[in-house]
């Protein structure tokens, strides 16, 4: 529902519509209705805590009698039931059941009006230690915090009823920048399933991944709407801390049963999203922790260690994933890169670069046989999402075999510059893998300045790194020069026969 239609609405219909924002007290909506026209929805809110505020102290202390006790079995209103179970009150054991309820009976006891809190994104040890800790307060203390949680739950239901597009109104517009996260979140995994059934190509050797160590760092991040009073009024009751988030992804590859980073990214937001509720979207990156095989000798044989491996500091697999909940709360899945980082490559000659403009800037001599150092970072987008994962490995693409395909590539080339060998590897890499949408390469030339240029009786050269700054290139070879090229070929082959 938006703001505009609870305006227009007769007296009645408003109060019916927001009774229950205030638990059983719709004297609060009655004595805001007047103020209508409301400009926003925080406009709205403040009246209603306004009028609640300014109640007298009787007044006051009905609408907290007006609470259930949590974990109760007596009916409640649908904006409690939705609450509780949202908290996993509704599925205490006996036990736990029994624990709360002596709780509840000590705090009332004690204040003569039942704990109040604002469970919104809380678990039930969360609720346990609080009702622990307040009962250690005086009366005023508790009355004036449960009017503080009250006026939460106040919150968080009329945002229920005014939809997410209202809510928005409250961030000026949809494009605030808004989420908070978690960074190197580091989890090595031992014997994880294999990566087998890939389909093979003809410029790799690659056919699989043994996954023996698996390991990934992690950055998370999370946002939505109802994230706001947490930035602007330092409300912490909807925060998941990021040692959780940590601790989340941490224990879930624990219980993946996947083969690929892809497929791990994937499960933790999916995860993540239906675990806290409130949560609305959620980015993640994840970037390989490589490890080379060792060789050991056995049996009077060089063989392939299963037992140890060697740390690598060479180029690395990444992949990013972003989720988002949707109002009717469906989890769909917006965006989805894999990619290799970071990979280095040196081809000795074979390289040139001439033709370039050239007037009272350049002083880059031309070179037509040069060595040439490049860094490449690629990521590649396929057509169906799901394919990315790994679940149906013939359609995967293994990081591996792209950056077999770029040195095969840049070994068969005369280079005439890095955006021409980019944009070569990117339709080999298409070629290969139709199932891919695009390929993104970002470059960068890090070519060794000369020392010395002749060496008596050898072919060799002497070389030292380049001067601090670095040329680089960003470029996306997608499906259409595929089809360009194709075109230009046929288009060719017609020209001929005429």
Known sequence: MRLEQLNEMSASEFINQLGGVFEHSSWVAERAEPYRPFSSFQSLYDKMVEIVETASENEKLKLIRMHPHLGTNAKVTDFSQKEQKHAGLNELTEDEHNHLMLLNKEYMDKFGFPFVMAVRGKTKQDIYRTIKERLKNNYRTEFEQALEEIKKIAMFRLQEIINGGEMISMTNNKERVMYYGKGDVFAYRTN?????????????????????????????????????????????????????????????????????????????????????????????????????????????NITASDLVFKRSRNEYSFATLNMVRRENDSIDIIDQYSGISDLQLIKVSGNSFVGFIRDEYTTLPEDTNRPLFVYLNIKWKYKNIEDSFGDNPEYYVAAEQIRDIATSVFHETETLSIQHLIYLIGRRILERFPQLQEVNFESQNHTWDKIVEEIPGSQGKVYTEPRPPYGFQCFTVTQEDLQHKMLSAEIQYKGALR
Do not use: C
């Not at 049963?257 to 959620?282: D, M, N, P, R, W």
């Open 192 to 300: 994880l399933k294999p990566l087998t059934g890939i389909r093979t190509i003809p410029e790799s050797s690659f056919s699989g991944r043994n996954n023996i160590i698996f390991g990934v760092n992690v950055k998370i991040a999370v946002g939505g709407a109802k994230l706001l009073t947490s930035f602007t009024e330092g409300d912490n009751s909807l925060v998941v801390a990021t040692d959780s988030m940590k601790n989340f992804i941490q224990r879930h590859l624990a219980s993946y049963t996947g083969t690929t980073i892809e497929g791990f990214l994937k499960y933790v937001a999916t995860s993540f999203l239906k675990k806290y509720s409130h949560i609305e979207t959620i980015s993640l990156i994840g970037e390989e922790i490589p490890f080379e095989t060792t060789f050991t000798l056995s049996d009077g």
